[in-house]
Each structure stands twice: as structure tokens, then as C-alpha cells.
């Protein structure tokens, strides 16, 4: 039924929460799990970052930036703050899904790729001939969903190909 997985992931704990899904439908169909990172350029020219913690968890999200160059676009002065550093944590953390998926026996991919998250997760299921597409969700409703927005959801709404999400508690993403 399933021949190849698609699971986009920022490394986030709630995107562990999903992988656990992403790898048990691998092992249950004996398919390729694709690792997918995105780095947004958009994110990446406010001060996006990934980095792990001191207790082994990665950690996504915005940096402050200094006064005098807010809203200019220029990046921070740290290098996994700057695309080339986002991308390179994103090959870390890739590699490192891949290796466990490995041990664990499930043959996989590992890609990272350039753009709005939702339009590159949705072109990559169809480049690569994905049977489905595994994702988190927050579940958030009103103004909040629609201040926020989803990348889950637009995944959900604008493609082809079946979205399994996993709902995720406020404690699952922090």
C-alpha cells in the first residue's frame, strides 16, 4: 500500500512525536521513510535557527534580532543563524534520523531542500512518487489557526497526495 513515506520534519520535539508514527507505518508496509528538512528562506533572512540543547533535543525558532538591524533583513552574526548554518543543522539532524532509522532496520532518504515549506514538502511527494505524507498538527482553531497559520494544513488542503497528521499536544512541541 505504501512504498514511500514522506516525513518533513524541523527537528522540533513534536516532530519526534510524529517520526515514531512515520517509522512504525515504514516498518508495518516495509517502506522508504524520506527524512525531508526545509530550510525557509523566508525564516532564514529573520533569524531562523536549529540547534541542539544540552540535553540532546533540538530546538527550532526565531532569534531576536539586534536593533539596528531589524527589518532590514540581515542576519544575525551567528552562524547556524545564516542559511548556510540552518542547512547544515539540517543535515545533522537528518543523518541522524537516518542512522536510527537504519539501525532499526527501515531503509531511508534524507533530503534537504530550499523554499516555503508547504510548496517544497508538497513538490518533493511528487518528484519522488510519495504514497504519503506523515505530519503533526497543533489542532488550533479561529483566530489563532488563521494568525499563525499551518504548514501542515496547507500541505493538507493543496496536495495530492494522502496527509496522515498526528495531533499534537502543547507539551508534545516545546
Known amino acids: 500500500m505504501y512504498d514511500n513515506i514522506l516525513y518533513p520534519t524541523d527537528g522540533s520535539k513534536g516532530a519526534a512525536v510524529v517520526l515514531d508514527h512515520a517509522r512504525d507505518l515504514a516498518e508495518t ?6 527524512v525531508l528538512f526545509v530550510v525557509d528562506a523566508e525564516h532564514t533572512e529573520t533569524g531562523m535557527f536549529i540547534r541542539r540543547k544540552e540535553d540532546g533535543d533540538w530546538k527550532t525558532g526565531m532569534v531576536p534580532r539586534e536593533h539596528e538591524t531589524a527589518g532590514k533583513g540581515h542576519m544575525s552574526k551567528h552562524q547556524e543563524e545564516s542559511p548556510e548554518g540552518v542547512e547544515h543543522k539540517g543535515e545533522e539532524l537528518t543523518n541522524e534520523i537516518s542512522s536510527w532509522l537504519t539501525n532499526e532496520g527501515i531503509e531511508t ?9 508547504d510548496q517544497v514538502i508538497i513538490e518533493y511527494a511528487e518528484q519522488n512518487d510519495v504514497d504519503l505524507i506523515v505530519m503533526g498538527t497543533h489542532g488550533r482553531r479561529g483566530l489563532r489557526r ?19 497528521t498526528v495531533r499534537l499536544s502543547e507539551t508534545d512541541d516545546e
Open 146 to 164: 488563521r494568525l499563525i497559520g499551518s504548514v501542515t494544513e496547507k500541505v493538507v488542503r493543496l496536495s495530492e497526495r494522502p496527509v496522515m
Open 29 to 34: 508496509y516495509d517502506a522508504t521513510l524520506h
Open 109 to 117: 532518504v534524507t533530503a534537504i531542500r530550499h523554499g516555503e515549506p
